[in-house]
Nanobody
Framework: QVQLVESGGGLVQAGGSLRLSCTAS??????LGWFRQAPGKEREFVAS????????YYADSVKDRFTISRDNAKNTMYLQMNSLKPEDTAVYYC??????????WGQGTQVTVSS
């Protein structure tokens, strides 16, 4: 069992940046990803990264604005979010990808982008 803890969210103006972190309770060799859920919407995929970091995948809506990375020595994954838009407002979660494990969902971290 792995516990994943997200952090780094906050309130930012449109065009601003935030860096999210996801720390695992132990090393995980899985591909990991970020997901988000906006009010009244389904949770959606944002980005994922393989264990080696060689391959990354992005949703079209965040491509060229967000960058995913991981530091396996720290059991931590990051999401650098630039040029934020109001439609990026959501609770952001991390989990295994592309198939999240239900028991791994954490509390998430709130990102709010004001216009």
């Amino acid at each position: 069992q792995v516990q994943l803890v997200e952090s780094g969210g906050g309130l930012v103006q449109a065009g601003g940046s935030l860096r999210l972190s996801c720390t695992a309770s132990r090393r995980t060799f899985n591909r990991l990803g970020w997901f988000r859920q906006a009010p009244g919407k389904e949770r959606e995929f944002v980005a994922s990264i393989t264990y080696s970091g060689t391959n990354t995948y992005y949703a079209d809506s965040v491509k060229d604005r967000f960058t995913i990375s991981r530091d396996n020595a720290k059991n931590t994954m990051y999401l650098q979010m630039n040029s934020l838009k109001p439609e990026d407002t959501a609770v952001y979660y991390c989990n295994t990808a592309p198939n999240p494990i239900t028991s791994y969902w954490g509390q998430g971290t709130q990102v709010t982008v004001s216009s």
